[in-house]
């Protein structure tokens, strides 16, 4: 008899719990804390706008990766009830987690030979980790085994593209992706950068633009001209900054014809890092 694939992932993908069941798909809750208290967060416990209204406000946060004891939980509850497992993590390039998601499967092995637990680094982050994630569920739905799952979200994540600009570097500055300098400089002048996630997962600064409008447009070009075709889905997700997000669907639809699948808030465990005013889109590519 086959076992049931259960598909877990993390809160890094920025899905929210009701689409996430509706995927059938569970959520470990990563953490964040505020660098003024040494109370613990996950997503659920501070609203969204909240959380953005007090990083403007001065209030830095930090993030922790969940521990192997936690996934050993997680993953232990479902290889008791009979289920194999498909985890995909926040990238590697960003957070320890997948290394505590492989400790514990490793170790659950051992107890349970019969069931086994694929962990899957995914080398993205908010929604394009949430794409992966649907793209999971879509091929589990379509009756592959847990192995013809794996390899096929190992093959696409490659071709997963992360294209996005932030506000105001410095908080990529406080998280050490970017110089201290540039950033002063960047602000002084009004300079956007547009970033992707490389192919190991890690941010990386690709041009600058000034102002905020041609970042918008900037972001557009790259589906226009990146994009497997013009039908391609995408997604959107955006850090307390809906005009825009809803802006840059309309220069696409406008364009292309269709509207996002999704649009998405990225919430404080990804925002930590990025701050208010990020703005993402992510598609299809022949590669990132």
Not at 216 to 227: G, P
Not at 269 to 288: C, D, E, M, N, Q
Request: glycine share 10%.
């Amino acid at each position: 008899m086959s076992r049931e694939i259960t598909i877990i992932t993390d809160s890094g993908c920025d899905i929210s719990h009701e689409l996430l069941e509706k995927w059938q798909v569970k959520c470990i809750e990563l953490t964040f804390s505020s660098t003024e208290s040494d109370t613990t967060y996950t997503n659920n416990d501070i609203p969204v706008d909240e959380f953005y209204m007090r990083m403007r406000e001065g209030e830095s946060f930090k993030t922790s990766s969940a521990s192997p004891d936690c996934y050993s939980s997680v993953f232990g509850r479902e290889l008791e009830n009979g289920n194999d497992v498909l985890y995909i993590s926040l990238s590697s390039g960003l957070s320890g987690t997948v290394n505590a998601a492989r400790i514990a499967a490793n170790e659950l092995s051992e107890s349970y030979p019969e069931g086994r637990v694929e962990v899957i680094d995914s080398l993205c982050a908010s929604a394009g980790q949430g794409m992966l994630v649907k793209l999971a569920a879509d091929k589990r739905e379509s009756g592959a085994s847990l192995d013809e799952s794996a390899d096929y979200i190992r093959g696409i994540l490659p071709k997963i593209c992360h294209w996005f600009t932030v506000d105001d570097l410095k908080y990529l500055r406080k998280g050490g992706r970017i110089g201290g300098t540039a950033a002063i400089a960047a602000t002084l002048l009004g300079i956007k950068p547009i970033l992707h996630m490389s192919t190991e997962g890690c941010l990386e600064g690709v041009h600058v633009v000034r102002g905020r409008r041609k970042a918008i447009s900037s972001l557009a070009d790259k589906f226009a001209n990146t994009a497997i075709d013009s039908s391609s889905e995408y997604f959107i997700s955006h850090g307390d900054c809906i005009e825009d997000a809803l802006e840059l669907e309309q220069r696409l639809e406008k364009q292309f014809g269709h509207k996002a699948s999704l649009i998405t808030e990225i919430g404080p465990v990804i925002g930590s890092h990025s701050g208010p005013g990020t703005l993402a889109v992510y598609f299809l590519s022949g590669k990132r």
